[in-house]
């Protein structure tokens, strides 16, 4: 069926619903919110300039997600992976190592604000296949697969398109699209990737006494919400550590160091996070690092603590 459309004045009205998605998609594929963002205002624009030539042959929907994918594809041609510290090396077992800090020309995985993906009002299972698709650990995950077999795993197993819909996208053949499915299945498993978390008044409760060990750089606080197997990043430093024992030990210099600070809670990639300002010389509390929580009904599992003040603006802090 050949879908009707309007003039080009109406492009705007017409592609709002999709700039959302599109920037969700943008932001799996590149690991990058500022990039997305760029992909994705480059994508409207050009779909803008060529709109008097969409035939309407698709919806306007898959239209935008062609020009989405293959502005992706051909970023990641000069792109390098984004990588959090963990899928860099092992742990450091010593807490007082010394931190090493990756040169600035190695690209981060960024988090991404939850307001920036997410919107009203969507139904309640929707809303949480949304969440479990953008968390960290997943978007990670795929940044260590090749650019296409990316794309073809995200189509397919997050957004559920048919591997017709998804071979005609990226003009590969069904047996290609099948193909790169599976390998890429077979090293990021979603349907594995299901966390399991704890009711809402134990989550507050872990929330709570997270931000209160750091306001009052109380250990003690840590080690009760910690899980035992728990990993700490704090990229752009390399160095990460796991363990709830070797975590704590670290912390405890740095909380000498830095003294009590001031948590604000906000999300990110579906998860808890806080924005943490530390007291400077001045007795001004300044940005600190932006931390993303994982947590489970043991307690809190992972900690991806992103240094510097660089992404608070763009969780409007």
């Known amino acids: 069926m050949v879908e009707s459309k309007a003039g080009s004045e109406d492009f705007g009205t017409l592609s709002e619903p999709f700039r959302r998605e599109l920037l969700a998609y943008c932001y799996r594929m590149l690991g990058s919110v500022h990039e997305a963002e760029e992909v994705v205002q480059d994508v409207l624009l050009d779909a803008w300039r060529a709109y008097d030539r969409f035939e309407g042959r698709s919806s306007l929907r898959t239209w935008l997600y062609r020009i989405a994918a293959r502005a992706c594809l051909k970023a990641l041609e000069k792109g390098r992976r984004r990588p959090l510290p963990a899928d860099l090396g092992a742990p450091e077992a010593n807490p007082d190592a010394r931190l090493v800090e990756r040169t600035p020309e190695v690209p981060w995985l960024q988090p991404i604000p939850d307001f920036l993906f997410t919107a009203a009002p969507v139904d309640p299972e929707t809303a949480v296949v949304e969440r479990q698709t953008m968390r960290l650990a997943l978007v990670g995950a795929l940044q260590q697969l090749p650019p296409r077999q990316r794309a073809v795993?995200?189509?397919?197993?997050?957004?559920?398109?048919?591997?017709?819909?998804?071979?005609?996208?990226?003009?590969?053949?069904?047996?290609?699209?099948?193909?790169?499915?599976?390998?890429a299945r077979a090293q990021v498993p979603l349907s594995e990737d299901s966390l399991t978390e704890p009711v809402e008044l134990q989550q507050r409760a872990l929330l709570d006494r997270y931000a209160k060990a750091f306001e009052t750089a109380d250990v003690d606080q840590l080690v009760a919400v910690l899980t035992e197997d728990a990993r700490w990043e704090m990229?752009?430093?390399?160095?990460?550590?796991?363990?709830?024992?070797?975590?704590?030990?670290?912390?405890?210099?740095?909380?000498?160091?830095?003294?009590?600070?001031?948590?604000?809670?906000?999300?990110?990639?579906?998860?808890?996070?806080?924005?943490v300002y530390a007291r400077g010389h001045d007795g001004e509390y300044q940005p600190h690092a932006i931390h993303v929580l994982t947590l489970t009904p043991q307690g809190v599992s992972r900690i991806v603590a992103f240094h510097g003040s660089g992404l608070f603006p763009l969780f409007g802090l």
């Not at 017709?164 to 699209?177: D, H, I, K, R, S």
Request: charged share 15%.
């Open 153 to 183: 795993l995200i189509l397919r197993d997050v957004l559920q398109w048919r591997t017709t819909e998804v071979a005609e996208l990226l003009e590969m053949t069904t047996a290609a699209v099948n193909s790169a499915l599976q390998r």
């Open 235 to 275: 990229p752009p430093i390399a160095t990460w550590f796991e363990g709830c024992d070797t975590i704590v030990a670290f912390l405890a210099k740095q909380m000498r160091i830095i003294g009590p600070a001031k948590l604000v809670a906000t999300s990110a990639n579906g998860q808890p996070a806080f924005a």
